[in-house]
């Protein structure tokens, strides 16, 4: 740990927050249809797809749509990557990943997973990775920003039942949020040195006379939706860690703000629209509380040597599998910010962060993204434990539960439940089989401990809809460096994209259907006895529901895997 | 049905607009305006292109010599400075992470044994050098491979053997460290970091003087 790296971290969560209520009153702006600057674009645009502004959806339909527009999402991707060896732009010849690694990915980009059972540069060709893939990544973040701006009309409506047009949000969003931030993202990474061609892979001889091969790629316009979106499947193998995405300190300060700056705005965004910023505030709080410890505890366990490190005689911090121009500090900040919000991107390995340091991001996922978590997808995942919150509490003293005057029933506190505890029991569920099952062990790499980690965290990943990954843990073998007589281990390419389809529709559809129940009861004026939500106490009780009910689900797998590894010097 | 054709027609639009046309305009754009840094920042000696100063690269001869496995041995010039361990062979069109877990077994052998390379080289111009004192970076594998710096401390005892080897004056080579460090923070502070490639092709610089 250094004073250098200490201020680096509160430096950039002086910047997050500062940023969080700019972002977010323009997003505001956006879902309350305040801004039109790109209208003449936009009017036609909804001719197009034959849909007006004043159609609104409820809940029902609203739903039908988002569910509609994505299934044909993961059968367009499917496609298209199954027909890789047609298209244009692939200069290095590579065919069509198998099909069960296809599915996998198609899932993963359409559910804003981004979990990669495959090398990028290896695998697929530029037209896959910019028409297919990052389509995906604009498409899937879009989705999720414009539920939770559904889910929050539904929230704040005192009339009627309707929560918006589910193409007029998707379209706003895409016009006046993403596309034009990915722009100004791409251009800058650009200026830091990350690559834009469309050429060959370029092989050089090296200063020694050596042979080295470049790859080559439209790599700055990926990158840039690939963290606006919190989507993360790097264009490379190795993501953000590459140099040619990543390529320096500065490039990744800004590539972890990007990551945040839109999960922290929706915080204010959410506080504006239900008229009342105290209680975007009262969210963000919470976030950056748990959030702050999440970093804190990472950089930490990193400034020390491993185990592995110490018996050969090292004691310097945990280099292993980090990049030099990033060092402890700015890996660790990444490592904690991308498992919060539900990103995934990476930028060193996370498979060598030391026991404790593994065991944080795990944790990260584990309370169901909503440390930030994804765009639109963690906030809404986060208002869920709200109104959980809200119901504990209300329990307690006595009285009927209300959130934002509205009166907490039955059918919300199930759908609520339904939306915070399914992802959990199918994360335990799906690693139990692939830990349970011959199947399952062709995936693991390391032995012991570390090959439950491995196995723990890659459905904890997927299920929470992060990608990140212990990467050892594998569902796609390429023998020879190519794709050509590679192979997928259908297990775990199937076990997982199911994972992530549930992990991504289950708390989605659940939050839309509290919202379409909420939106039209009666408000009732806050009273004496009315439990607030915007206060400092409930920042405490939100936190409490957070780590009891979804953290402690967890704990004694965690137990089984990093915790071990953080409590004993042995070796495995 | 509808339902079906609004979603059709979304995609369709959604691949033409953000698949195909903003890529190739920021291609177009990064192409014209950034030209060889969107080209991947290739570095040039007399004319010819000898890697990119964001990719670390082996400063390793051939010796011609063949292992078990018939791959070509190689062998670190002593004239360079060296990169940090690469789990890929410095792949940088191949790249993956060397996934060994905090607590294997497997990954105290490697870093043993890139602890004794390290000592066998640089002992016998830093004397001192214990694995206790030795930068972790030297000898732990980076992160994508293809790490383009090591640590300032590393390249300060590399530069004793360096000046050894090319009988330059340890001076001018640790002038040359400085002159190739950069801080994080905005270049404000922290620990620095040295580009090998750029270093070492100033170094040649230097030497044929």
Redesign the interface.
């Known amino acids: 740990m250094?004073f250098?790296?200490w201020?680096?971290i509160a430096?950039f969560l002086a910047v997050l927050t500062a940023l969080t209520p700019l972002v977010g009153g323009y997003m505001a702006r956006v879902f309350m249809d305040e801004v039109h600057y790109l209208g003449f674009v936009e009017r036609p645009?909804y001719r197009?797809?034959?849909?007006s502004r004043e159609r609104g959806q409820d809940w029902k339909a609203y739903a039908?749509?988002v569910l509609?527009?994505s299934a044909?999402?993961v059968a367009?991707l499917y496609l298209i990557l199954r027909t890789q060896g047609l298209h244009p732009f692939n200069p290095e010849g590579l065919s069509s990943p198998t099909w069960d690694v296809s599915f996998n990915t198609a899932t993963s980009f359409v559910t804003n997973t981004n979990w990669q059972f495959y090398?990028g540069?290896?695998t697929m060709s530029y037209f896959s990775q910019?028409?297919?893939l990052?389509?995906q990544n604009?498409?899937s973040a879009a989705v999720g920003i414009a539920v939770l701006a559904a889910v929050v009309r539904g929230l704040a409506s005192r009339t009627g039942k309707e929560i918006g047009n589910f193409?007029v949000d998707?379209t706003r969003v895409?016009l006046y949020i993403l596309?034009p931030m990915?722009?100004v993202t791409?251009?800058f990474l650009?200026?830091q040195?990350?690559?834009?061609?469309?050429?060959d892979?370029?092989t050089?001889?090296?200063?020694?006379?050596?042979e080295?091969?470049?790859?080559?790629g439209?790599v700055?316009?990926?990158e840039a939706i690939k963290l606006l979106g919190t989507n993360g499947g790097g264009f490379?193998?190795?993501n953000s860690?590459?140099?040619?995405e990543n390529?320096s300190?500065?490039s990744n300060f800004v590539e972890m703000l990007m990551i945040l700056v839109i999960p922290a705005g929706l915080t204010a965004t959410y506080g504006r629209m239900v008229g009342s910023r105290r209680q975007g505030w009262a969210v963000f709080a919470a976030m950056m509380t748990l959030f702050v410890v999440a970093v804190a505890v990472i950089y930490t366990a990193e400034s020390d040597?491993?185990?592995?490190?110490q018996?050969?005689?090292?004691?310097?911090?945990?280099?292993?599998?980090?990049?030099?121009?990033f060092?402890i500090?700015?890996?660790s900040l990444f490592v904690a910010i991308t498992t919060a919000a539900s990103c995934g991107a990476v930028?060193?390995?996370m498979?060598?962060?030391?026991?404790l340091?593994?065991a944080v991001p795990m944790s990260e996922m584990m309370t169901g993204e909503v440390i930030w978590g994804g765009v639109g997808s963690g906030l809404y995942g986060m208002l869920l434990f709200v109104i959980l919150g809200v119901f504990i509490s209300g329990l307690m003293v006595g009285r009927t539960p209300e959130f934002l005057g509205k009166k907490i029933e039955a059918r919300e506190i199930k759908l609520t439940i339904i939306g915070t505890v399914t992802v959990p029991l199918m994360v335990l569920v799906t690693t139990g089989l692939a830990i349970g099952s011959k199947w399952g062990a062709t995936s693991i790499?390391?032995?012991?401990?570390?090959g439950f980690?491995e196995t723990l965290y890659a459905y904890t990943s997927q299920g929470n809809n992060n990608g990140s990954a212990?990467?050892?843990y594998t569902g796609y073998l390429q023998p020879n460096?190519t794709n050509d007589g590679a192979f997928g281990i259908s297990f775990a390419d199937l076990l997982g994209g199911v994972t992530m389809l549930g992990g991504r529709f289950v708390p989605l559809l659940a939050a839309l259907a509290v919202a379409g129940s909420l939106a039209g009861k009666r408000v009732s004026p806050p009273g004496l006895g009315t439990l607030r939500t915007d206060t400092p106490t409930f920042v405490v009780v939100l936190i409490s529901v957070i780590l009891i009910v979804a953290l402690l689900t967890f704990v004694p797998a965690l137990l089984l895997g990093p915790v071990v590894?953080g409590l004993?010097?042995?070796?495995? | 049905m509808?339902?079906?054709?609004?979603?059709?027609?979304?995609?369709v639009?959604?691949?033409l607009v953000?698949?195909?046309a903003?890529?190739?305009a920021?291609?177009g754009?990064?192409?014209v305006?950034?030209g060889n840094?969107?080209?991947?920042?290739?570095v040039k000696?007399d004319g010819?292109?000898?890697?990119?100063k964001?990719?670390g690269?082996?400063?390793?001869?051939?010796t011609g010599r063949k292992d078990e496995e018939g791959e070509p041995i190689?062998e670190a010039?002593l004239n360079?400075f060296q990169s940090?361990p690469s789990a890929t062979g410095?792949?940088?069109?191949?790249?993956?992470?060397?996934?060994?877990?905090?607590?294997?077994?497997d990954?105290?052998d490697a870093?043993?044994a890139?602890?004794k390379t390290y000592l066998d080289r640089e002992r016998p111009t830093t004397p001192s050098l214990?694995?206790?004192?030795?930068?972790?970076?030297a000898?732990?594998?980076?992160?994508?491979?293809?790490?383009?710096?090591?640590?300032e401390d590393n390249a300060r005892i590399q530069a004793n053997r360096v000046a050894r080897r090319r009988g330059l004056a340890l001076r001018r080579v640790l002038a040359l460290v400085d002159d190739h460090t950069?801080h994080?923070?905005?270049g404000l502070?922290?620990?620095g970091?040295v580009n090998v490639?750029e270093l070492?092709?100033a170094l040649?610089e230097e030497s044929s003087r």
Do not use: C
């Not at chain 1, 040195?193 to 050429?199: C, D, E, F, I």
């Not at chain 1, 040597?305 to 490190?309: D, N």
């Not at chain 1, 498979?351 to 026991?355: A, N, P």
């Open positions: 250094t250098a790296g201020l680096e430096l645009l197009l797809l034959g849909v039908r749509s509609t527009f044909l999402s367009l090398g540069e290896t910019m028409s297919g990052a389509v604009f498409a193409y998707l895409l596309a990915s722009v791409g251009l650009l200026s040195g990350a690559l834009q061609s469309l050429n892979y370029t050089v001889n090296t200063v020694t006379g050596l080295q091969t470049l790859a080559q439209p700055a316009s990926h490379f193998n190795v860690a590459m140099p040619f390529p300190w500065l040597p491993t185990p592995a490190m018996a050969a005689g090292l004691s310097g911090p945990n280099m292993e599998g980090k990049d030099q121009r060092g500090a700015s890996t930028n060193g390995a498979e060598s962060l030391s026991g340091g593994g790499y390391n032995s012991g401990p570390q980690s212990f990467a050892g460096g590894q004993t010097e042995q070796l495995f | 509808r339902e079906i054709k609004t979603a059709a027609i979304a995609l639009a959604l691949t953000l698949g195909l903003y890529p190739l920021m291609t754009v990064g192409q305006v950034f840094a969107a080209d991947g920042s290739l000696r010819k292109v000898v890697g990119s964001l990719i690269q082996d400063f390793s001869r051939d190689l010039d360079y940090r410095y792949s940088a069109s191949a790249t993956f992470f060397n996934n060994l877990g905090p607590n294997q077994q990954l105290a870093l043993k890139n602890v214990r694995a206790g004192t030795i930068p972790s970076d000898v732990t594998t980076s992160a994508s491979g293809v790490d383009p710096q090591i640590s950069s994080p923070l905005f502070g922290g620990d970091v490639l070492n092709l040649d």
